[in-house]
């Protein structure tokens, strides 16, 4: 079974629109972190968003929010008041613990491109 | 303070030939990791480094090898290299080798194997 899945291959959003972007995980872990990645066309992974599996609230950071769903496993990212520099490719990623072996390792889903339009 | 820095950006090689990948993590990082990211997927995990120490590795062939430095900057070795090794290399670095340490990421080598 897939890590992570991210079902959404490509999302259009109108400019000032939130949007959600989804993420669904698999772990047997009980202690992990979730994250999201925006990477633009240049390469770079930006770090947007961390959420703790013990954390009881959900996390923002600014326009970026993170809608936690602990028991259906999912961990949906919320873009607020988009803009046209939002849009990129967006990863969601997780870390495991130490049963599994996590570290520092991160796996990453496979993405969705996002583009904001006017 | 300057981020994570790879070098070189681009790098066009052969099969069959050798490459070396650097990277210098921020400083006061002990802990730098590598992943490959092949066109259109999400970046897959290779090594950790924490301490000069291998702390993980990813689903990779021996071809792939990599050390860290006294100074914890780092090297990515790959051998033999095939046209499925052409990708976007990632270096990461972070403070500590843990679950919480959050991940800062340079702007990748860009390999192209012809």
């Given at each position: 079974a897939q890590k992570i899945t991210q079902t959404q291959p490509g999302m259009f959003v109108q400019e000032k629109e939130a949007v959600t972007l989804d993420c669904t995980y698999d772990t047997s872990d009980q202690s992990y972190g979730l994250f999201w990645y925006k990477q633009p066309s240049s390469g770079e992974m930006i770090f947007l968003i961390y959420q703790g599996s013990y954390d009881e609230q959900n996390a923002t950071e600014g326009r970026y929010s993170l809608n936690f769903q602990k028991a259906r496993k999912s961990a949906n990212l919320v873009i607020s008041a988009s803009q046209l520099g939002d849009s990129a490719m967006y990863f969601c990623a997780m870390r495991e613990g130490i049963l599994t072996g996590g570290g520092n390792k991160l796996t990453f889903g496979t993405g969705t491109q996002l583009k904001v339009e006017l | 303070d300057a981020g994570v820095t790879q070098s070189p950006t681009h790098l066009i090689k052969t099969r069959g030939q050798h490459v070396t990948l650097r990277c210098s993590p921020i400083s006061g990082h002990k802990s730098v990791s590598w992943y490959q990211q092949v066109l259109g997927q999400g970046p897959q995990f290779i090594f950790q480094y924490y301490e000069k120490e291998e702390r993980g590795r990813g689903n990779?062939?021996?071809?792939f090898s990599a050390r860290q430095f006294p100074n914890y900057s780092s090297e990515l070795n790959v051998n033999a290299l095939l046209l499925g090794d052409s990708a976007l290399y990632l270096c990461a670095s972070s403070q500590g080798a843990g679950l919480y340490n959050e991940q800062f990421f340079g702007p990748g080598t860009r390999l192209t194997v012809l």
């Open positions: - | 990779f062939p021996d071809r």
